[in-house]
């Protein structure tokens, strides 16, 4: 008997978790630097989540915008969400029905003592197959797959968000120094 209430229990369609949200504001998305680097700071947009216009320091601006833009990392990471946006577009072609085409063409000639024969053979054939997604194993590998791309996204939000974040510790310190060395 258990092993036929685990084989029933493993057929049992299964959904997905939703997680809470975060109780602080998150950005939508993070726009990638243009190329090249800016030479003001532009005064920040509504929705820009570029936070470091906010400080109004033109050499930050520049500072960060070259250090995301030279980022190896961070450019693998964009590759990375390329083939992970493929793979869920991938995954959601399972989805739907299967369609290919096949033909073929052929032509004979032959000789024989009574004359002369010729044939001419065309075939084709359109074929089309679909599973039905029964127990959801497509949509879960599609679901899986979306998701898999957004984390892809949120890595390179945190990496941007911190690489800009030590661009800026880093300056200020720079700055820090400086005035330092003034008031000695």
Do not use: K
Not at 10 to 38: K, N, Q, S
Not at 40 to 47: H, I, K, L, S, V
Not at 108 to 116: E, K
Not at 125 to 138: A, K, T
């Amino acid at each position: 008997a258990a092993p036929l209430l685990a084989f029933a229990l493993g057929c049992l369609p299964h959904g997905r978790v939703e997680t809470p949200e975060p109780d602080y504001a998150m950005p939508d998305r993070f726009t990638p630097p243009a190329e090249g680097v800016a030479a003001t700071a532009p005064a920040p947009e509504e929705g820009d989540d570029r936070w470091w216009l906010r400080y109004e320091d033109p050499t930050l601006h520049a500072l960060v915008e070259q250090s995301l833009g030279a980022n190896v990392s961070l450019r693998a990471r964009w590759a990375a969400l390329q083939q992970a946006r493929a793979l869920a577009t991938q995954a959601a072609a399972a989805r739907y029905p299967q369609v290919s085409a096949q033909g073929g063409v052929s032509f004979n000639r032959s000789f024989s003592a009574i004359g002369t024969s010729r044939s001419l053979q065309v075939s084709g054939s359109l074929p089309v197959s679909y599973e039905v997604d029964l127990f959801g194993r497509w949509r879960g590998q599609h679901e899986a797959a979306e998701l898999d791309a957004e984390a892809t996204r949120l890595d390179i939000e945190t990496l941007a968000l911190s690489t800009s974040a030590q661009v800026a510790e880093a300056w200020y310190s720079v700055v820090d120094a400086r005035a330092r060395q003034r008031i000695l």
